[in-house]
């Protein structure tokens, strides 16, 4: 079965730090995982993406310096390290997958998505 499980969703205070876990099954090849989050009422927003292939990374200005994606070990699991949050990163966070990152930011482009985990950050 092919799927995305997020973890590592919790409720912390400003400047607090999290590591958001995603775990893939079922995929082949070296897919780019993306990571989004998306607060109630709003449109869901790019936050960072890795491509698999070779560890390039990609960030939202909102996050860099901030916010650290990884592989883990095995390869099938991307992290999201969150150091110094903010209330505004409140968000649900979710991963996705697609094959190759160009225009990574863009929603419409990943075929798989997991089904989010929660971030609160409290101020």
């Known amino acids: 079965r092919v799927r995305l499980v997020e973890s590592g969703g919790d409720s912390v205070q400003a400047g607090g730090s999290l590591r958001l876990s995603c775990e893939a099954s079922?995929?082949?090849?070296?897919?780019?995982v993306g990571w989004f989050r998306q607060a109630p009422g709003e449109e869901r927003e790019a936050v960072a993406a890795?491509?698999?292939?070779?560890?390039?990374?990609y960030y939202d200005d909102s996050v860099k310096g901030r916010f650290t994606v990884s592989l883990g070990t095995p390869k099938n699991t991307a992290h999201l390290q969150m150091n110094g949050l903010k209330p505004e990163d409140t968000a649900m966070y979710y991963c996705?997958?697609?094959?190759?990152?160009?225009?990574?930011?863009?929603?419409?482009?990943?075929?798989?998505w997991g089904q989010g985990t929660q971030v609160f950050v409290s101020s």
């Open positions: 996705a997958a697609r094959y190759g990152c160009t225009f990574w930011r863009s929603p419409s482009q990943y075929f798989l």
């Open positions: 079922g995929l082949s090849g070296s897919p780019c």
């Open positions: 890795i491509y698999t292939g070779n560890g390039t990374t």
